[in-house]
């Protein structure tokens, strides 16, 4: 069984303190890993798919890096706009999406 | 471009009333569709997935039943709520492509805005 566990549970950071986001994984065969970002209320926004260790992908302040066992969601010089919870979620070769519980971050100005 | 809509965004419910929500996608053809559950303090929880009208496959034994009627809608019922069904509910969609061993979809999935469930 597919199993994705994220860290922290919770972040705080102050505006302009870089730092990042942790999800490991153990699949079977991973085919795809996938990071959104989830507003209270609303419904996961899509921010990047990672399909094989060592690739990166950046959008803005946000950089996703992958190994063969985890990923970092790594925000650098945050703003309190960034302040949500990060979600990861990882295909295998015999699965649907698993998700993690997600890391709520908090951006304080 | 294209746009999911939920409805309705909120809802309250007796125990053993009976459930409807609706999701549709604009702006796309014989999309892959999908409805999750998110309780609190819990990841999202896979209920059903439909790659095509009429068909559905379930994720987990429950008292839900989701159907798709036409290409874009989805919909998810219930005949009897119970308490434990309280939680938001997420249509999501995507473009259908890669699939699994088992067949499973495995593309970028999208989600809509929500339906907040509350069993009272």
């Known amino acids: 069984e597919d199993q994705v566990t994220q860290s922290p549970e919770a972040l705080r950071l102050q505006e302009g303190e870089s730092s990042s986001l942790n999800c490991s994984y153990t699949?079977?065969?991973?085919?795809?890993l996938f990071w959104y970002r989830q507003d209270p209320g609303k419904g996961p926004e899509f921010l990047f798919t990672?399909?094989?260790a060592g690739e990166e992908k950046e959008k803005e302040r946000l950089k996703a890096t992958l190994t063969k066992k985890e990923s970092f969601l790594h925000i650098t010089a945050p703003k309190p706009e960034d302040s949500a919870t990060y979600l990861c979620?990882?295909?295998?070769?015999?699965?649907?999406?698993?998700f993690g519980k997600g890391t709520m971050l908090l951006v304080s100005p | 471009s294209q746009t999911i809509h939920q409805w309705p965004a909120t809802l309250v419910q007796p125990v053993g009333s009976p459930l409807s929500l609706e999701c549709t996608v604009e702006?796309?053809?014989?999309?892959?569709l999908y409805w999750y559950r998110q309780a609190a303090g819990r990841g999202l929880q896979l209920l059903f997935y439909?790659?095509?009208?009429?068909?559905i496959s379930s994720e987990v034994p429950q008292n839900l039943s989701a159907s798709r009627p036409q290409d874009r809608q989805f919909i998810l019922s219930s005949k009897k709520l119970l308490l434990s069904d309280s939680g938001f509910y997420l249509c999501?969609?995507?473009?259908?492509?890669?699939?699994?061993?088992?067949?499973?979809?495995?593309?970028?999935?999208?989600f809509g805005p929500g339906t907040r469930l509350l069993v009272l």
């Open positions: 999501a969609w995507s473009v259908p492509g890669l699939t699994g061993t088992w067949g499973a979809p495995q593309e970028t999935q999208y």
């Open positions: 699949v079977s065969g991973l085919r795809g």
């Open positions: 990672l399909y094989s």
């Open positions: 979620a990882v295909f295998s070769g015999y699965s649907t999406l698993t």
């Open positions: 702006g796309t053809s014989n999309p892959n």
């Open positions: 439909s790659v095509g009208i009429g068909q």
